[in-house]
């Protein structure tokens, strides 16, 4: 890494260095090192912002806001997601606002902001259908499963998850995220079942 990054800001090649910064902060962060990766991310996002990127700054932004949240902070992970919604907005970069929307489902729900969240989630699903991005319309669906549970609407809960399990066995190669699925769906069809006796 810090070859690569040495390499990058001697040619002069500030955006390349800035791909080098996040991708290492998604390293990191994976491996624990929360606090190293929010700093590589805050230095990607302003390489990316120097540079006039504004979808590289918004990337950098979303990956900060993972890297926020792995460390329990919450609000500052919803303002880098909205800070990257805002300016995927701003380019029409429909997917980008999409990833963006996810993860502000998940810093909201992490407060308790569930309206919010759905909302979120709402707005990600049409942006991935829209997109023809169907892993990113699954995830939506699942997260929209999991907000419904949360509020104790388990019918409407195994409903999305139904869309979510339907679309990861279409898409095959997600194993992990489908045996999360079918894991909350029964989860919700037993709470449903239960409600209802």
Not at 110 to 134: F, P
Not at 151 to 172: K, P
Not at 182 to 193: F, G, I
Request: proline residues 1%.
């Amino acid at each position: 890494f810090q070859e690569s990054l040495a390499v990058c800001q001697q040619a002069n090649i500030p955006w390349t260095a800035a791909n080098v910064l996040q991708l290492s902060a998604w390293l990191r962060t994976s491996q624990g090192e929360a606090a190293r990766a929010r700093e590589m991310a805050l230095q990607a996002s302003a390489l990316q912002q120097a540079t006039g990127d504004v979808n590289g700054e918004a990337a950098a932004l979303n990956t900060l806001g993972k890297v926020e949240s792995d460390l329990g902070n919450h609000e500052q992970a919803e303002a880098a997601y909205a800070r990257a919604w805002a300016l995927c907005r701003q380019t029409g970069h429909r997917v980008g606002q999409a990833q963006a929307l996810t993860g502000l489902f998940g810093a909201c729900m992490r407060q308790g902001k569930v309206e919010t969240a759905v909302a979120h989630a709402q707005a990600s699903l049409q942006l991935n259908r829209d997109a023809g991005n169907r892993l990113g319309e699954a995830i939506a669906c699942h997260n929209l499963g999991y907000a419904w549970a949360a509020q104790h609407d388990h019918r409407q809960a195994a409903d999305y998850y139904r869309q979510a399990l339907a679309i990861y066995e279409a898409l095959g190669g997600n194993e992990a995220r489908m045996e999360n699925t079918r894991r909350h769906l029964a989860e919700s069809l037993q709470a449903e079942a239960a409600g209802s006796d």
